[in-house]
């Protein structure tokens, strides 16, 4: 039960937006609003996997117990944290890297090993990182007594439980207590379901299409064919687009839905690919992973405070533990060690090259920054979808002219492999119909020249608080458009990239 699935949007949403509404209208007491929702939010996860439900259970409650332990305990003694923190961390590295673990040891020492097959549970990455926050931010003094109730809902609620946010404590748990979360008012409604709209068409329409050109190169180049550069080029910059529109798109959605709800959960992406650099880049992509490394990763080791030499080493472990945290992947690593290293280069320059005067030459500036920074997330990207080191190293090759194949649309985009159709395809231009690059420039003219989906739903609001006719016929519009998809899609929906971490 995915967020753009028919069960999920015409189902689950509206039961348990309704009973919340008349719980919350009915009853005066939060308490049972919260079990409602945290019960409900449960069933979204056991929904996947009957097997998953005791991991978060036992992990919810665990994490609640380290937390009232370390408030007893006082900030002078660090056991109870340093435990919880094991703990954790044991938890996740045995579902997500045991087997990764394994495999390495087999392959370096010539051991048969017996890996275990194990299933990694969904959402393990995202509320590990969300309750070791906590648990850290308690050791702290930051965090006060937290009831069972409230610290379940916390985890649980089902908008971001999945792929995040990576929702912090101060997001959620004072709002609860003072009560100024599910408030159910028409304007926060009207602005969740417009946020809602647009990520479902981002990602039924735009990330499910840039996925044809995308899997198709990727997969052949992880099945050992050769790639020509055409393919290879046209592969990366369609995953570009294709994990851009995906999980912004799977964000909007949880955090339109929490709107509805009267829970305000943290903006994840801010247009990441109009960034002039990758320092500005990780302030825009996937900002609660980046706050969460920075917080209680990057600032413990000593972030800049201790030199350059050091402040690199930092930025360079930071990226590192980054990159594994998606995945038990080499690939992944490569691509955390890189992201790190860009980071590195470009706090250089930032240090050595100054800005240049002049209206001209600061135009040129910046695009040229533009160009080097989006240049340098495509091919990142690369070693982030690749599944394997071959696949990997055949893409690199292909795209800087290395590639074993002939230039070729083998893999070229095709509207009819769409998961929708375009009305009246048949009658388009082959010009226009294969024409992959035309639905890149497409895609590129949206993430760099439109506003984004929070700049949009702002602009609907007025100052009095309420929203213009135009905003109720867009939201209107887009639900009935995504309705169309729905019905016709119900058995081509696809999960969400994140899904996998």
Known sequence: MIFSSPEFIFAFVPVVFLVAFLVRKLVSNTAVLLIWLTMSSLFFYGFWKADYLPIIVVSILANWLLGRWILSAGNRNRVPLFIGIILNLLAIGYYKY?????????????????????????????????????????????????????????????????????????????????????????????????????????????????????????????????????????????????????????????????????????????????????????????????????????????????????????????????????????????????????????????????????????????????????????????????TTWSGMWEMYRAIFGFGGASASTSFAFDPREMSYPIPYHQHLPESVLFWPWLVVLVGLLICVMMPNTWQLTERYEIRRGRYRLLANLATVCLFVLGSWFILYLQNRITEFIYFNF
């Open 98 to 386: 045991f087997d990764f673990f394994v495999s390495n040891v087999n392959a370096v020492a010539g051991t048969e090993f017996s890996e275990m097959g194990l299933l990694l549970p969904l959402g393990i990455s995202f509320f590990t990182f969300q309750q070791i926050a906590y648990l850290v931010d308690t050791s702290r003094g930051l965090v006060g007594r937290t009831g069972i109730l409230e610290y379940a809902f916390f985890v649980s609620f089902f908008p971001q439980l999945i792929a995040g946010p990576i929702v912090h404590h101060r997001h959620i748990l004072p709002a609860v207590r003072q009560g100024e979360s599910f408030g159910f008012k028409s304007e926060e409604i009207l602005k969740g379901l417009h946020a809602f709209g647009i990520g479902f068409v981002k990602k039924v329409v735009f990330a499910d299409m840039f996925a044809v050109a995308a899997s198709s190169v990727f997969d052949a180049a992880d099945a050992g064919q050769a790639i020509s550069t055409h393919d290879a080029m046209l592969g990366a910059v369609s995953y570009t687009f294709q994990i851009y529109f995906d999980f912004s798109g799977y964000t909007d959605m949880a955090i339109g839905l929490g709107h509805m709800f009267g829970v305000k959960l943290p903006k994840n992406f801010d247009s990441p690919y109009k960034s002039l650099g990758i320092i500005e880049f990780w302030r825009r992509w996937h900002v609660t992973l980046s706050e969460f490394l920075r917080d209680y990763l990057y600032i413990p080791l000593g972030g800049n405070r201790k030199g350059m030499p050091r402040r690199y080493f930092n930025l360079i472990t930071t990226m590192f533990l980054g990159g594994l945290w998606h995945g038990a992947s080499w690939t992944f690593v490569v691509w955390g060690v890189a992201h790190g290293l860009l980071l590195m280069i470009n706090h250089t320059i930032r240090r050595l090259v100054p800005r240049p005067d002049g209206r001209v030459a600061l135009m040129f500036f910046r695009l040229g920054s533009w160009l080097v920074t989006f240049a340098a997330i495509n091919l990142t990207w690369v070693s982030f979808r690749a």
